[in-house]
């Protein structure tokens, strides 16, 4: 017997019952009598098979008759475990078992792909199921489209990290075996990054065949901030400018600062890394700024404040890192960031790097003769050699 804790009234039922209800549902989790209580089972283990490109129905053309598995084939993918490890932590050997981590637990299914003529390929066939797949050609891991965007949900509203949301899942996969469940840390980094950068790229309109974006493409800047064309009227230079005494509701007001938390170490392998947004975010295009870096000269600011960390401690290096932090531009009103003005540091913040970060919220959605209104911390020493 079989109880579905998934379930609504957590119902009991036989070995046959329990795959055919299961069979649009195959991430619930199921516990199994064990003649004095219920152990935790899985749906693999009681002969489930997850079949892909006919709405959860067999392939007629995959070899296999239907859903019913007969307990021969049963005993055959049932994995003891000699050592006495739970069965269900055990990963059985097979091209056809896969990896799917879904919110509740990590689970191991048993896989048949459509064998129809003109059949899509597995990772096509993954997709429409739900399943996005960790590698292109031969996936053995997957993931369920509801972890990924429950996973950004937690790491945007609750600041939860990587690190931590994998290992709630594995202590929801076995609090007592936490050690047996399979580490797929690096895959849920690798994924989650395509598939934020897959959300923005459909949230923008963008589609395989279309344009690239262009920079700063993929995120948005503040909804009430005036931007001419876009939430206010188009208008002349001469009606925005300051003659008018009204002329303040067009004005914006910029805020610049740094932060040295977000310190970034040199990678392994730099030739391997592929940049997913370049320039098409927050964050300024890469090549742009280091031409710009390249070819400019940066002046060395001598405060005449006591003891001002930000301007004595400018040309400083730390360690071996890429970049020592992150500065740029806000809304001063709402708080938004001004896409593609973000900016890191190579030694500390400097003036050159602060030029770059407030050259693009001058031109982002603004007309020349708008007012701005520009706060710093430092605005005293910073000042001094601002061109206007």
Known sequence: MFRCTGCAYRPVLCSTCCIEVHQLNPFHKIERWAGTFFEDYSLRLAGFIMHLGHGGKACPCSGYPGCIISPSMEDEWEDMDTAGHPPHLARPEGHSCLTILNVNRVHYCNVQYCNCNGAEGSQLQLLRAGLFPVTMRGCRTSFTFHVLDDFLQDNVECGTSTMNYYSKIWRMTSSTFPHLVLDRYRELLRVSRAWRNLKLLKWKGFYLGSCNPDCSGLVLFCPACPQPGINIPEMDDVELSHTYNNSWKYSHVIVMDGNFKAE??????????????????????SQDYKTYLGGTTNKIMHSNCNNHHTISQANHNRGQLTSMGIGGCAC????????????????????????????????????????????????CQYSQNLGC
């Not at 970034?264 to 098409?280: C, R, V």
């Open 264 to 285: 970034h170490m040199p990678p392994k392998n730099a030739g391997n890394e592929t940049w997913l947004m370049d320039g098409q975010g927050y964050m300024v295009a």
């Open 332 to 379: 001063a009103r709402h708080g938004c960031f001004i896409p593609h003005l973000m900016v890191d540091f190579q030694k500390g913040e400097q003036q050159v790097n602060m030029d770059y970060a407030l050259v693009h919220p001058l031109h982002h959605e603004m007309k020349p003769s708008q007012q701005v209104l520009h706060f710093y911390d430092i605005n």
